[in-house]
């Protein structure tokens, strides 16, 4: 079973840049979420859908980040303009169809610096 | 306000002998936990999991303890490998939904 691909793995912008990343969940999962991990802490969740749906974008900072998810299944997250405190690594991870009490699985991430 | 909490940010345990991580947790609500393994710049691995009906599950090398009334989590590690070196995150989540809350990590050192 193929896992969640994330592109790209790294990327370098200035402040003010705008910047995307790419995420496509595991197949068959309907759940999937966007988190950012700031160095020396935990994931924190942005933002949820199920299928093309947003469950929860209470913590998405919505001035500046965007996710859609047009066709319920690969997603995108957007950061315009980018600040320098948006360094940090952005997880994807995926659940399956409307599971609470079910493991998320998580991509190998994309590391993003803000020069 | 950080609602899960990993007190130790490392831990360095012998090969073969036991490793222990402990997480804390605030919120009465969260009804099932995880325990993930990440190794560096790699995505986090779900290791093991319990649910709040139980107080123990096991897994091969893994067991996990929760402590409901003192909010306390634990993870064993028997017994060590160099292998398991690792940063080891503990999570929670509260049914219904499946919004996982983090704690900041224990980097677990296995000293060959």
């Known amino acids: 079973e193929a896992g969640v691909a994330q592109s790209p793995r790294y990327k370098i912008i200035e402040k003010r840049q705008s910047v995307a990343f790419w995420c496509n969940p595991i197949s068959g999962h309907a759940t999937l979420y966007w988190y950012q991990q700031i160095l020396g802490q935990g994931p924190k969740l942005l933002i949820q859908?199920?299928?093309?749906?947003?469950?929860?974008d209470s913590q998405l900072p919505k001035d500046r980040f965007s996710a859609e998810r047009l066709k319920g299944v690969d997603s995108t997250l957007k950061i315009q303009p980018a600040k320098l405190e948006d360094s940090a690594v952005y997880l994807c991870a995926s659940s399956e169809q409307g599971a609470s009490n079910q493991p998320q699985h998580f991509g190998d991430g994309t590391r993003l610096s803000i020069l | 306000d950080q609602q899960v909490k990993q007190n130790s940010p490392s831990l360095s345990v012998q090969e073969g002998r036991i490793s222990i991580l402990n997480c804390d947790y605030t919120?009465?609500?969260?009804?099932?936990f995880l325990w993930y393994k990440k190794y560096p710049a790699e995505g986090p691995t779900f290791l093991i999991s319990?649910?709040?009906?139980?107080d123990k599950n096991e897994d091969g090398r893994f067991t996990v303890f929760l402590n409901k009334s003192a909010k306390h989590l634990s993870l064993h590690i028997v017994p060590s490998q160099p292998g398991d070196s690792a940063v080891y995150f503990c999570a929670a989540s509260r049914t219904p939904g499946n919004q996982f809350y983090f704690g900041t990590g224990t980097s677990l050192t296995v000293i060959p």
């Open positions: 319990i649910s709040s009906i139980k």
């Open positions: 859908f199920q299928n093309n749906g947003v469950v929860d």
């Open positions: 919120n009465s609500m969260f009804d099932y």
